[in-house]
Each structure stands twice: as C-alpha cells, then as structure tokens.
C-alpha cells in the first residue's frame, strides 16, 4: 500500500511540474507569435483565448508544493540545521530527532485540520477562480490534503527511525545519480569528512 502512496506521489508531482512548465511554454509561445503579422496564423492564434493559462499553473505549482513538501520529508531532501544534534550523543540525539519529527507532525496536522475546516465552510458558497471559473474548495483543497499527507510521512520517518535509528536524508555525494568520488562520509553518512573548519571530520 505504501508502495502504491509513494508512486502516487511521485507522478502527481511530474505531471503537475510538467504540465505547468509546458502550459507556460505555450502560453509564452502564443502571446508573442500572434504578435506577429503572419496572415491567417495571426488570426488563428489570436482567437485563442490563453487567459487561464497564468490562473493554472499558479493553482498546479501550489499542488505540487504541498506534495513536494510531503516527498521531502520522505526523502529526507529539506534543509535542516543540524551541526548541534550531529554533535550529541546518540541517545540525546535520537530524543531531539523524534521531537523534531512529532513537532513537524503536529504543525503540519493542525494545518491540515484548519484547512480542512476552511475548505468545508468554502465548499458551501458559489465562490470560482477569477479566469477558469473552477469551485474555489477544489483548488485549496491542496492544503488540507498536501498537510495530511505531510504530516503522515513525519509520522512514518519517527516510526522508522525509532525502530531503525536511522532517518531518510539526501546524499551530497550523489548527483543525478552519480557518485562523487575521493570524498568520504561521516559515520552517519550525512556530511562529508576533510570540508570542515580545519580539514577535519568530526
């Protein structure tokens, strides 16, 4: 079932970066072609009607934030501040690291309760987008589910973690996939040795 979450996850995100990024090409292609005084083309474009296009990649990138942000708990991809909490000791560590996670689970529930409420109250009005006339709950309706999903996923890395001991992070030493060589790992493989104050590791 998880499998079928993360699969899901990860092609909503595509498709929502692709088709904006997409929809934004043709948008930009067509507002400056049919500038262009080309006989029966000029016509033609200018009859398209292109106005909801800005409306709708704004409404998918904020789809695909909320579920990005939910990818990157996952993937341990977000920015964190961790020199102090690397410097612990472990059972220290481990207490600040599952507060850390049931802090993120909890903001990002209560923001899914609130949207949740906030998209049921919208959900009985007659309010639409300005351009593509679309039922404003559906388009927040990002909030509540991208939160919902986010705050799973903190709740998934503390069960792993408090099981495992281990918490998903990004390697810095991969790039697309490619290893970068002659540079070691720190023991918990998340900061490389030897780029420190002093050349040193730990």
Not at 112 to 127: E, I, K, M, P, Y
Not at 139 to 146: D, E, R, S, T
Not at 150 to 156: A, G, V
Not at 158 to 184: L, Q, Y
């Amino acid at each position: 079932m998880l499998k079928v979450l993360d699969h899901l996850e990860e092609w909503l995100i595509a498709v929502l970066m692709g088709g904006a990024t997409v929809l934004i090409f043709v948008a930009v292609i067509h507002r400056y072609a049919a500038g262009m005084p080309i006989p029966v083309v000029q016509d033609w474009l200018l009859s398209l009607n292109l106005s909801w296009a800005q409306e709708a990649c704004i409404y998918m990138f904020v789809w695909m934030a909320k579920f990005g942000a939910a990818y990157g708990v996952r993937t341990g991809i977000h920015v964190g501040v961790d020199v102090v909490i690397n410097h612990m000791p472990p059972r220290v560590r481990s207490k600040f690291v599952l507060f850390g996670l049931f802090a993120g689970a909890f903001f990002t529930a209560t923001v899914a309760s609130f949207g949740g409420s906030f998209v049921w109250q919208l959900a009985h009005t007659d309010q639409t987008s300005p351009d593509m006339e679309l039922p404003m709950w559906l388009v927040y309706m990002a909030i509540p589910l991208g939160s919902g999903l986010m705050c799973f996923r903190f709740l998934q890395v503390a069960w792993t973690f408090w099981h495992t001991g281990e918490v998903p992070h990004h390697d810095p030493m991969k790039v697309a996939d490619v290893e970068i060589p002659n540079i070691p790992a720190t023991e918990d493989n998340l900061h490389p040795q030897g780029v420190g104050p002093k050349g040193g590791g730990r």
